[in-house]
Each structure stands twice: as structure tokens, then as C-alpha cells.
């Protein structure tokens, strides 16, 4: 898979990211921090690939807010009170409020789009908004104040300006230079925590880590432990400093990355340069930017500022009723992120490309000696389609990746890389602690801590086989889960159950009814209690799956207001209402994870690491629908002549 | 991947085979069945890539016995009793048997081999031989009868006759014809059943079923269910002919798969063809016809009749002491295949081809924003080497990948596909079922039945870390198993440990211990009860982990004579003897299992399933070590253009 290209896809996507660069920055910025002329170079494809979307028209239902449209939002609210117009109220999100499903169903290319709606979520004098802009009518439609605990996504100007508050603190800066760190080396990070007790109610707070950049990039890797600064970002005061004493900071000797710096020989046989190619161009299309259409699938595609990436409408055509188009899935992204003992919410991409291509493996083989006089060597090859995110939030560096085979399934994966979190430690080696361990993590370099942390990814699969209702859940063959709490699953090898979503309206010939089937990979469960402070607001981690009974407004498996809640809108809270699910229009969650004990090897950066999981038709076809396609011939493979072996 | 390609490895393997079709073989055999002439014609690759092996000698103490040293190890068994030379005993299997450990370890090119020697598993009326010939002195050095229950192996030999013995009761032939079957259709196929019950003690016995191949190729479809003969292998007699009556035979329409023949229209727009291309050519060497090397690692990889590939002397160099060669893994293959309700012993590969290749994906990538004035997008390639063996065992065929990371990993997969075994039965749709279920496993066409089975694979892996002795298996960080009994694991979500082998006595700089971890990846269990038969036989499918002291002859977990065997020899019992595994010569083995309850997308032919495990260095290395690796530059990929996007 290439590095970040210059498919349609990315430019699309760029375009956007542009547009909430324009949108939103404080154009210069405190050094260590951000640069806004640092922004703009790191984003955006090669300039001569680049796409000019100011004019762009929406031809989807579900295409997302166009430049225009964006515009035309901004415009509106600013009539709107609280004071958008006077700046006492600020945009933290927005983006295309979905028509109801009802309607995207029955939308056929040609008609007219349902009304183009957008929402927002504001802030306003300590107050969250949640407000749908019609852009049609020109009028906000609703207004609704608080409706849950928490707080809108932070934006960019919320982070820089916290930090900024930090470092106009004379205390704060007197602890810096006391550590011995030059104030234009200092990176002041904001990080999220989540859960910060009573004396901080009614405010948003944010606490300020601190990290020196000097002689290296990789300032990740030297923290400044022991000192941070919790900032109020609406008064814009710094309520608390910590300063827990000096701490040892890791130096900077092996911590750099870049490659065109590396200095130590690597004892390694070169290894020749190494592609994959079609010579005859890539087999997908993509129509008015987003519908997708490759092999026997079809799939719209955008990009979200929340969700990442959003997979909808995948419908796949059946060979054996004449390519009638069926439906697979209505909506499927990662609906939220759990990094204990880091934050929810944290789905916040300020550095994403989208990427499309295809691979190559086998599908299925066959040698077959016991037929006389027949020479039997069938095989079928494998070529996937792969939608993929990649994007770096912070310290870490995530794929999210949509592989679609041509079998009807669906593969999902998410890969993590990037760099540890690490906490700094007066350590240098395990003898030193002896038997007292550090309840953080294990020693991977002289004194750092990998912080030991989990990553938990749950994932909105809204499947409608067959159609949007009709749809029920069940485990093995017989056991269909009629209400919520049926379906709150937590895998165990020794359960042997099968996870299946079947449309009983739609039988087999044979009298299967239709059907996917969810097929975990390898995954990691949270261990904290479920009363502790982070496991309620990231209560969407208790059970790998779920099955809820389709809502609109159940789309972010931590609630809409993420930030500091109090866990009171989340995935555990919808699905506790125990709707019923039989027969009807029915939403999957599932949850994969990544338990990560950091070791050397992590250090200075971590190796990507992956998990997956597969959304497999089970009775959805009559029965093997790939048998027909193709095998790869050698003669459509002329471009390379091989090198001779040595 | 490419299908089975030209490499050297797999035409040393052809090789290999090829001496074995022309060993053993009845050359004209029952229609139906084999045919000898289609054997050969199913063998072997493109003449003009043949290497003439009849001249090979051995230059590592690993590398198999070649074509001189077999035909010398049948002269020397021609003089030793029970009649070798008069008949009466007959060769089952006969590979190298592997010098001791330390020798092996000790031995560097240019040194002397260690003496070469034979082990045969031979029978000599109905007496089970387990025979060890020196080559350098040219002796039998000892003949073990009947070490532990069981038999050895099946050849083809057995196989055919069985069938021709049933074939030739006339008895059986008016079943076949009273079910609407010619002879000439007929494909009776040999299987086996392991536990026979009591009157057949002391026996060898094989059941034969009957297939038709009228109208298809793909006769696995189309059982006679309800009939069947057990034979006697060694008496040539049948002992019993089972008739329960007619069952529907399914019907041949649906059940063709080669491509050639396809009539049906495909609903798909064309995949356009796909390669992974090294325009430099492939970065692998193999020397000597098995040592590979790649990168920065070394293994001895060699083709076996029992456990398909194995991989020896695994070890990576390592750049932070100026390319050391370290050792990682002294010997891994699969060693045993239970397919509940089949049987273990099934290593059987009469058909099998070793490939190899590089593949390429994203091994590390960050971008990073929040330092003032850079560009940073920093990614390294992930190619990764593959030794691929595929293989095909009557119904099934698999692929056993051993994929080497240039970060130290070695991941492990299985793959199957293939085809069903299916079970005849009345019943055409599942509303005739009704209450009524079928025990074997659900509908999946007209009269056919999927049987619900499972794969469990166990790996052999000897794991050296820095060494043979001085291995630790640890779990979590602190609790390291003392003995046998401590390391019989049965893995569970919420069991949060890591599963580590380490080398206490080689410490980093830190003072962590060198290591590499297990990391599972999807995975199933079986659901037998462990007093089971099959399930004492398979018993080595009990945990997902074990991990035994080094003993030479401990290699397949089913025992050396698995074949009927009562289950006495297997690694359930080796781990209960309870040694002590601390800071030893130890080995791993991990179960890897795949639940599959069959659906109408299996049939004809079922979509290849995978499911693999990782090993992973945990403190082996300093610290990352691919972050001087090269990044892939457009520049050294000149020689495709793309195509332009439509």
C-alpha cells in the first residue's frame, strides 16, 4: 500500500482539511507548539495534483458540507444568539446532519437531494449547543442547550490557547528553567484527562504537559515529568500548577527518527525496492467524488472530521440473481476511541489522508490428483479493495483500513504506530527498582517509562441485510437475541457461538435466511472496574459486541459531548434500554483492542502493530459467489521481466 | 503471492517428490481413484526449470536426505531383518534424523557433517518399526518395535489397496449400483477414523466412502451417503460393509469449479491483472539449496513428508552489537493437524509446494505537526519475507506461512480452503428440517450438509533465545513457570498476562531479560470433552500454549505412531511429567484453531479462511531496530507508469 497518494480520494480530503485550516487557525503561534506555516506545508498533496473544490456541489445525500455550504452555515448562525456574530460563541464541529435513513434509502441518482442540513456543535459562554443549521430554509431549525454533561470537541485554538496561558505563567516558566530546559525548546503539550474531580465542575479545563525539543524532533521521548499546569479555557487562567520535583529528563541520544539523519550503520541485506502494479490502471472507479465502485461492490466514502473515515451504503451485486444489487451495511466507522488511561473523544484529526488501492493474494485454491487423466490445479486469486485512513493524532499514528473482497467480505483493520506516551523516571535500570516496580510500566530506555495503556476502537456497523428493517441478531444458529440486553456480548473461546446478523425476511432457496457474520481477530479487553471514573465514560469497552436498535442520534459510542462527561450518554446507557432488536432495524458495535506492555523495541517509535475484524456473508448468497471470477493470467502480466535468481 | 512459482525452493521440493511418486508407486491404478499417469502429470514444475537432484549432496547437518542417501539407506535395510529384502516389511516414512542439538549448534561451514542418519517408520506383519540406519558406517544402529500404540503413517500404497479391496467385494458393488452409481463414477476414498472400538484392536483398518464424479470433478459434493466397507489393510479383506440405507446423492449442477468451464455469468466489473513487482529482483539468497538469507535474518528451511516445512536455526542480526548474529529459533514447524471429527496424523502431503516471496506494507509511520518549520511525514516500508508452503490433502488445501520482519518478528499463518467434507442427506431445504436439526452441521445446498468441524495446528517451536539453554518462559513480567505443569496455558480475554520466552542469563543495557513474546491472533478451541477419545488423541488441542523441555524425540504432538494410537504419546503427556523449565533448553508449542460451522458460501468450494500468531522480540533489541532502514524512494521504482484515473 503506498505511502499517502494522490488518489482522488486524498485530494478530496485535503481539500477539506485545507478548508478547517483556513477556517479556524490564530495564524501565528508560539513556537514549540505549533506554526501555522507549519501546517500548511505538512498538509496538502503536491501542489499540481491539487483539487479546487471552492465550487464543489453536493450529488449524494450523504456527501459531506461542501466549501459553499460551510460558508453559507457561518453566514446564517451569525444572526443567530448567542452572539455567534459578536465572537462570544464559537464553531467546535460541523458537519452534514444525515437525512433520515427512510429517505437515503429510497434517494435514486436523479431525484432531488432531501434538505441539506448541518450540525453544530457550539460553545457558548460555558454552555454546549447543539444546533441543526437548514440550509435550504436558511433558518436554524434547533437549539438544544446542554443536553447532556460534557463538552464539544476541542478545537485547535483551544489547544494552542491553553498552552499559551501555561507558558504566560511566571511560576510555570520559573519551573522550566529550574529544570535546566530553555524556554524555545519547551513543547507544551495539552493533553485530555478526562475525569478531574469536584472542585473543577462547571469548567473546562486542560492540563498542560511539558517536553523539550532540544536536539531532537522526537520530544515525545523527553518528557519533563513531575511539573504540568491545569488551565481553565474559558477564563483563560491557569487554576493549578504542579510541580512534583525534578525527575531525571531522558536525554536525546537515540531518540531521533529521521531518516536522512540516521548515523549508525544498519547491519541488514539491502532489500531491492518493491511494488505492486497494474499495468492496466486500478479496476475502481470513483463517481462525484465519493460513490466508489469496484468488482461487484458499491460503497459511498468521506471523510469526517470525527469519525475519520465513513464507509455507507455498501451494497454488493449477487451473480445469481441477474447482479441484482444487495444491501450489506447502511453506515459502518470507528464511532469512538478509548486509550485508558487516556480520554475518549479523542477522534480528532488534524492530520488525515484517505487512500485507496488494491492488493493481491489467494482466494482459494484446489490440486486435485484422484481425478484420472485430469491435471487439476485451480486457484482463484485474491484481490482486495482497500479504503484506507491514515492519520497521527498526537504522539500516535493510526490506519483504519476498509478491505472489501470480491466473496462479499469485509475486512477491517486498524494499525497503530507512531510513538509512546512515556513518563520520565529517575531510573536507568530494572536493578535500580528492584522489587519496586513501577506501577505505570516496564524501563525502556534510561529513564523512561512505557506507560502501559490500551487501545479500544468501537466501531458503528448500522448492517442492513437485505434492507434496512427486517434485521435480527443471532448467536449459533437458533438463539436470535430479542432485546438489548440479549445482545451485550463479551467473546470467549470456550463460548461457541457465532455472531450472525440475518434478514429472516430473506430466505436462501434452501431456507437460510440472508445473513453476515461477525468474525473477531485477535482483540484485548479493558481490565478496569466498571465503576472506575474512565471505564463509565468509556463504558462502550465493556462488551466486544453490542447490538442496539437503530437511532439516529446513537452514533458516538462516548455521547456527542465527549469531552470531560460524565458518562452519561454512551453506548452501556442506549443499549440498557433493552429495545427490542428482533426484526428489525438493528446497529452492531464492535469493539477491538490492542493491550500494549511496551519494550524496547517501542523505543524511540513503536512498530505498527495491527488488529482486525470480518464481516463474513453467511447464507447471503446461494453459495460460492467467486467461483466465476477469473484467475490471473500470465500473459496479462507482461510489463516486469523477472531478475534471474542468484 | 504468486500461485506455485519457479523458485528454487519449490524445485528442490519437486524434487523431492518426484522420488517419492517413483518409489513407491502401484503404476496402473483403478479408474476412479489414481491413475499414476495422473499423478505424474499433476507434479512437478515447467520442465524446463527442473534441477536434477540425482547427483545432490548434503552440505548442512539439516539438510534432508537426498536421492543417493535414500536409495543407500533402502540397500542397507535390504539385509536387515524382518524381510526388507523378501517383502514381508514395507518402508512407511524415512527422513534425516537430525544429529543432536549440540552438535548442530557447534557446526559451522567447512566443518565436517555429524554422522548422517535415517529414521524409518516401517511395518512388518502388523508390527510397527521404528528404525534408525547410520549412512557412515552403514548399519542398522537400532529397530524399535512398537515404542507406543498406533501405527506409522499411511503410504499411498495402503490407500490404494484399500480401495481395491473394497471395489472387489461384490457385495459392495451391488450397494453402489443399487444406488443409480456406475462403477466407472465411483471414487471410493480412503479415510480414517481412528477409534475403531474393541473388536477391531490389533488390526489396521481404514474405512472407505464412496463419492460420484459423474457430471463433476468436484466428487466431494456429491457423497453416497449411508455406505460404506471397513477394511482390513494388512489381511486385504473387508471385515464389514455398513448399508443404512438410501440417501439422496446431490446433485453434480453447482458443483463445478474449474474455471474453464464456467457458463454462468459473472455480475462484477473486471479486476485488472495485479502483481507485486521487484524490478531489482527479489532480495533473498538461498545457499546451498536451503539456507536463506534475507535482510537481517538466517534460517535453514527444508521441505518434510510429516510436517510439510520447517524452519531451523532462525537468527537475526542485530545492529547494535555490530551485526551479531543472535539466535532466535532453533526448529518450528506445524506438528500436528486434529480436525475434529477426523484425525490427527493427517500430515499427509501428497501433493505440497513451497514458494517464496516478499511482500510489501507500512512498517512505522508518524507525521508530526507541532514542531515549528518541518516537514515531517517519516514512514519505513514493510516488506517481509514469505516461505509458503501450500499443499493440498485430499479435500482440503492449506498454506503454512512463515513471514519474517526486518523488526524482528516472525508471524505465522494458516490458511485453508479447498473444499467441504459434506455428509449426504434427504433433506432440501431447512423447513423439512424443521425441529429436527442434523447434528452434523447445517443445510448448505440441496442434500447436502456442511460438517461442522474445527483445525486445531500445533507449532512445534523451538525457541533459542541468544542460545539453546538458559530459556525462560515467562507470563506478564514477573511470574516465570518452573515447571511443565505451570506452562499449560488456555488462553482468555481476561486473563491479562503476555507470554514471554526469554534468556535470563542475557540481560540489555536496562537489565530486561532478551525475549520474544507470543502474540495470538484469532483462534478457537475445541469443544470436546477431554476424556473424549478423539480428544485424548488430539489432547496435544487442549491448551493454546504448552511449553515442554527440549527432548529430541518430543517433535510430533500426536505421537510418532499416530495412526490408531490410543493417545499415549502425545504432548499432553510429556507436559505432565511436570519438568522443570526454568532457565533450560525449552520449546513452545502453539495450538491455533479455526471453528467452522459450514454456510451455502462454502459450497462448492470454500473461500480460503486464515488465522496466524506472532512472535515478537520484547527486549531483544536495544531498541527499535528498523529506524535506519530505508524508506522506499519513487526514484528506485521507475519502471511502471500508472495509468491514469478515469
Known amino acids: 500500500m503506498a505511502e499517502p497518494s494522490l488518489a482522488r480520494l486524498s485530494a478530496l480530503f485535503f481539500g477539506f482539511l485545507l478548508l478547517l485550516a483556513t477556517y479556524s487557525w490564530v495564524p501565528r503561534l508560539h513556537s514549540g507548539l505549533l506554526s501555522g506555516t507549519g501546517v500548511q506545508k505538512t498538509l496538502g498533496p503536491d501542489p499540481k495534483l491539487r483539487v479546487d473544490h471552492s465550487s464543489a456541489k453536493p450529488h449524494h445525500p450523504l456527501d459531506p458540507l461542501t466549501v459553499q455550504e460551510i460558508e453559507r452555515v457561518r453566514t446564517i448562525l451569525l444572526d443567530h444568539e448567542p452572539g455567534f456574530g459578536s465572537g462570544s460563541a464559537t464553531i467546535h464541529s460541523m458537519a452534514l446532519d444525515e437525512p433520515d435513513k427512510t429517505l437515503v434509502v429510497k434517494w435514486k441518482k436523479g ?22 443549521v437548514d440550509l435550504d430554509s436558511g433558518r436554524v431549525v434547533s437549539d438544544v442547550v446542554n443536553p447532556t454533561s460534557g463538552y464539544p470537541i476541542l478545537t485547535m485554538d483551544d489547544l494552542i490557547v491553553a498552552s499559551q496561558v501555561a507558558l504566560k505563567s511566571i511560576e510555570f516558566n520559573r519551573s522550566v528553567e529550574a529544570r535546566g530546559v530553555k524556554l524555545s525548546d519547551l513543547v507544551a503539550l495539552p493533553t485530555f484527562t478526562g475525569w478531574f474531580g469536584p472542585e473543577e465542575e462547571g469548567r473546562r479545563i486542560l492540563k498542560v504537559q511539558c517536553f523539550t525539543s532540544q536536539d531532537t524532533p522526537n520530544y ?166 482497500v479504503a484506507r485512513m491514515a492519520t497521527s493524532v498526537g504522539n500516535y499514528d493510526y490506519t483504519f483500513d476498509w478491505e472489501f473482497q470480491t466473496d462479499g467480505l469485509i475486512r477491517v483493520t486498524v494499525a497503530a504506530s507512531g510513538m509512546l506516551m512515556v513518563k520520565g523516571t529517575p531510573y536507568e535500570n530494572v536493578d535500580d527498582l528492584g522489587d519496586k516496580e513501577d506501577d505505570s510500566g516496564p524501563l525502556i530506555s534510561e529513564n523512561v517509562i512505557g506507560v502501559v495503556h490500551d487501545h479500544f476502537i468501537t466501531f458503528h456497523l448500522d448492517m442492513d441485510i437485505d434492507g434496512p428493517m427486517n434485521n435480527s441478531f ?47 481477530g485477535g482483540n484485548a479487553v479493558s481490565l478496569l472496574d466498571h465503576d472506575d471514573p474512565p471505564q463509565i465514560r468509556g463504558a462502550f469497552s465493556n462488551n466486544q459486541i453490542w447490538v442496539t436498535r437503530y437511532n439516529r442520534s446513537e452514533q458516538f459510542a462516548g455521547g456527542v459531548l465527549v469531552y470531560q462527561s460524565h458518562g452519561d450518554d454512551t453506548l452501556q446507557v442506549w443499549s440498557d434500554r433493552d429495545r427490542s432488536i428482533e426484526n428489525n432495524d438493528i446497529v452492531v458495535w464492535y469493539t477491538l483492542g490492542f493491550h500494549h506492555i511496551p519494550c524496547q523495541e517501542d523505543y524511540p517509535v513503536m512498530p505498527t502493530v495491527a488488529a482486525s475484524f470480518e464481516l463474513k456473508p453467511a447464507n447471503f448468497f446461494e453459495s460460492n459467489p467467486v467461483i466465476g471470477v477469473a484467475p490471473i493470467f500470465e500473459k496479462d502480466l507482461p510489463v516486469c521481466r523477472p531478475f534471474a535468481s542468484s
Open 220 to 385: 515525545f521521548m523527553r518528557p519533563i515529568e513531575g511539573l504540568y499546569a491545569t488551565v481553565d479555557m474559558d477564563k483563560l487562567e491557569v487554576i493549578k500548577i504542579v510541580d512534583k520535583g525534578m525527575v531525571p529528563i531522558p536525554k536525546a541520544a537515540g531518540t531521533e527518527y529521521r531518516y536522512n539523519v540516521q548515523n549508525k550503520p544498519v547491519h541488514m541485506d539491502r532489500i531491492n525496492p518493491i511494488s505492486i502494479e497494474q499495468p492496466e490502471g486500478p479496476s475502481f472507479l470513483v463517481e462525484d467524488g465519493h460513490l466508489v465502485k469496484w468488482a461487484n461492490w458499491v460503497f459511498h466514502v468521506k471523510a469526517d472530521h470525527r469519525a475519520g473515515i465513513i464507509i455507507s451504503q455498501a451494497t454488493v451485486r449477487d451473480s445469481e440473481t441477474a447482479g441484482e444489487p444487495r444491501s450489506v451495511m447502511y453506515k459502518g466507522f470507528p464511532s469512538e476511541l478509548f486509550v485508558p488511561y487516556m480520554d475518549p473523544g479523542e477522534l480528532w484529526y488534524y492530520k488525515s489522508y484517505l487512500d485507496a488501492g488494491e492488493i493481491g493474494d489467494v482466494s482459494w485454491r484446489h490440486s486435485e490428483i484422484l481425478i484420472p487423466n485430469a491435471d487439476i490445479r485451480e486457484s482463484r486469486p485474491k484481490v482486495t479493495l
Open 111 to 132: 431525484n432531488r437531494l432531501p434538505s441539506r442540513r448541518a450540525e453544530v456543535l457550539a460553545l457558548s459562554v460555558g454552555q454546549s449547543h447543539v444546533i441543526v
Open 474 to 520: 443471532v448467536k449459533v444458529k437458533k438463539y436470535v437475541a430479542k432485546t438489548e440486553k440479549d445482545a451485550q456480548i463479551k467473546l470467549s473461546l470456550y463460548d461457541p457461538y457465532e455472531f450472525h446478523i440475518v434478514n429472516p425476511n430473506r430466505k436462501s432457496r434452501l431456507g437460510n435466511p440472508a445473513g453476515y457474520r461477525i468474525i473477531p
